[in-house]
């Protein structure tokens, strides 16, 4: 009787809060992670929350606060002034993919494309995505590398996949 009673519990939860995540945006997802203070920032900085809460779809792959911080020193500093507003919004469109790439949808790709899916961001850049391990893997325009921590973060305008580094375009 009490594992029923834990199971029913758990099943209401876990339909409550999907529920509650449909109906938030990406920036949304972002805001709600104290792991994603840095991009909320750098998003805030660069003009994109309207863009970001608009319908979509979106598929970002938003790096944490320990990816910000790899970054050479005063690098995000320099980055969040005003007179950096355009190359801040480069880098950060360059984490977005229009369109809904759930993780299954992404591996496919990876599989279909025989190792690799180069995926077209919104600033108009690439990203090499394939398989390390078991793990999504990005590999950027400058060489530069990002695993894939967590993924299928559901928002109502798109999808949000955790990663952990920052990735950059030419």
Do not use: C, R, W
Request: no cysteine.
């Amino acid at each position: 009787m009490k594992m029923k009673f834990l199971t029913t519990l758990m099943i209401a939860v876990v339909g409550l809060f999907g529920t509650v995540s449909a109906q938030k945006t990406v920036v949304d997802i972002a805001v709600g992670s104290k792991d994603h203070s840095t991009l909320v920032a750098a998003v805030k900085a660069a003009g994109l929350v309207e863009t970001l809460q608009s319908a979509g779809p979106f598929t970002v792959f938003a790096p944490t606060n320990a990816a910000f911080a790899k970054l050479p020193a005063g690098t995000v500093e320099t980055l969040l002034k005003p007179e950096n507003k355009a190359t801040l919004a480069k880098i950060l469109t360059y984490h977005v993919v229009a369109g809904n790439l759930d993780a299954a949808a992404v591996v496919a790709a990876i599989k279909a494309g025989n190792g690799k899916a180069v995926v077209k961001t919104v600033s108009g850049g690439s990203l090499t995505a394939s398989l390390k391990d078991g793990k999504v893997i990005l590999t950027d325009e400058k060489g530069g590398v990002a695993t894939v921590v967590a993924t299928d973060i559901k928002a109502g305008n798109g999808v949000v996949h955790v990663i952990d580094t920052v990735v950059l375009p030419k």
